[in-house]
Structure formats: C-alpha cells, structure tokens
C-alpha cells in the first residue's frame, strides 16, 4: 500500500494500521513524494499498487488566499496520482471532503420547517470556499483519469490525542478554566480518524463496488454539541461552552451551514456502516494527549 501524504492525521493513523494488519506499506509524505510533480507521482507507483491519497491542502481558511497553491495540491496532485496509477495498472482511493456541497438544504423553501436530511453521494454540488472548489476539481480530475478510482468524502475529521483538529483543540480547552464560544449553526458529520481508516481497510480489501462513497460516523452535530460532548466526555462543565452565531467569528473562507453526509448508498455498496458519532468520541478522548 502507497500512502501519499502520509505526514497528516489520517494518513499516520493508516499507516500504521495498515502495517498490524499485514499490508507492505510504503508512507510518504510531502518530502517524500511531491505530488503536484507529476514525474514524482509515477516514480512511486508500481503495478498492482493500491494506492491511498491523503495529502491535500486542508486549512480552509489559508486555501482563501493560495487559491493556485490549493488547486495545484488538491486537484493538479490527485490528477497526477490517476495518471500514474492508470499507466502502470494500480488502484487508487482518494480522500475528499464534506465541503464539496453548499449547505443549502436548510434555505430549501420545498421543505421549510423541517430537518435537514444529510447529503447523498448523487446530491449537486455546490462548494462555497476555494478549498471546496479545489477538493471537487480533485474528484473530477481523479475519475476524468481513472474512473475506476474510489473518491471517498468524509467530513470533520480528528484524531483527539493531539495537535490541532477540532477535539484536540476542545480537550486541551476544558483542561483550563476558561469559557469558550462555539458556533452552534454549522452542522457536520464529526468522524473519528481510526474509524474512517477501517472503512480505508475494508475499500482497500475490495468488494466495495462505488465510484463515490460518503464516510463518516452515524449521526451529525453542530460545533457547539461537539464541543459541549467533549468537556462531558472528559469531566469538564459542558456550560463553559457557550453558543454563538457564525457571524460573531467571522472567518476568510465560508463554511457550509450544513454538510452532514449519509452512508446509505455507501452501505449499499457493500461498506460496512460506521457508528455514531458519539460512542467514537468517548473512545478518542480515553486516548491520552499526545505531547
């Protein structure tokens, strides 16, 4: 197994599951193999490779300003990964993003009042940020390519045990005695980075027949539940955690107001459904904090 941009959370964390579960694993990171060069791409792939993209440019915000360096990592690199693997005969699984979809559903005059459904895979487009536009240009230029390709789409992805994601962030807050504003009207999938890596395992293992496949943990939340779910998980005052509109942080890049996405049609494809996303956070949080 190739994993390109193995330096981020989720290609560490596949890394080394892959490598208990018995696979040869070659991890690259940046330096390893840059793949907006395309003549690097094709020096790493071999026939039979599977190979699993994660590299890609994820700061929605920095995307803003670097819109030519967020195209050339994650649509231009992805394109390169495609064409090597569809010269020498390899399989490819990229990872791409809830932020490929609008969030529109909740201005949806046909269904006023009532719930937001989350995105099917077949549901329009409509990405609102440069790092949305530039993540579904990778999903198009992947299956322009190589049309056999799983495009797999997650959404609000961490780890828990450290750095900078959204429930490191939360648990080293609720160590302090600080009060903190959460955005309560962004409403995504939080999905936990070992249980999307099983779902990896399982599309790298076959029989998951999909061009495209939605992953993440049942269920949604907004940042604000997130949050609030955090401090109870590990013994803090969920009350220091106080709602506050999009408006009151304002932010470079527009985020979907809500992009919760469905595993259905994946399920129906033969992967095997994930579970809610609150039982996964109980467990990523009894991880210890990573120094």
């Known amino acids: 197994m190739v994993i390109t941009g193995a330096g981020g959370q989720v290609g560490r964390f596949l890394a080394g599951e892959a490598a208990l579960r018995g696979y040869e694993v070659h991890a690259l990171t940046r330096r390893d193999c840059d793949i907006t060069d395309a003549a690097a791409a094709l020096h790493h ?149 070992k249980d999307l890596v099983a779902a990896l395992l399982q599309i790298a293992g076959g029989g998951v027949d999909a061009p495209v496949l939605h992953v993440t943990n049942a269920g949604s939340a907004s940042r604000f539940e997130q949050a609030r779910a955090v401090f109870e998980e590990v013994g803090a005052d969920p009350d220091r955690v106080r709602p506050v509109g999009t408006a009151a942080v304002p932010r470079p890049a527009r985020r979907p107001v809500f992009s919760a996405l469905s595993m259905a049609d994946s399920v129906r494809a033969g992967l095997t459904p994930l579970r809610p996303w609150r039982e996964a956070l109980a467990e990523a949080v009894a991880v210890p904090i990573q120094q």
């Open 45 to 193: 792939v071999r026939t039979g490779d599977l190979v699993v993209n994660c590299a890609a440019l994820t700061n929605v915000d920095d995307a803003e300003s670097d819109p030519v360096g967020a195209h050339a990592i994650n649509a231009v690199g992805p394109a390169n990964l495609a064409d090597a693997c569809a010269r020498v005969g390899a399989r490819l699984v990229h990872l791409s993003t809830d932020y490929v979809f609008s969030g529109d559903r909740v201005d949806d005059p046909l269904h006023a009042g009532e719930a937001p459904r989350p995105y099917e895979i077949g549901d329009r487009t409509g990405p609102l940020s440069v790092y949305g536009r530039s993540k579904l240009d990778g999903e198009l230029a992947v299956h322009a390519v190589l049309p056999d390709a799983h495009v797999v789409r997650t959404s609000w992805v961490y780890t828990g045990g450290g750095g900078t994601d959204f429930v490191a962030v939360m648990r080293r807050l609720a160590s302090t005695d600080r009060v903190i504003d959460v955005v309560d009207d962004q409403t995504g999938s939080p999905t936990y980075a």
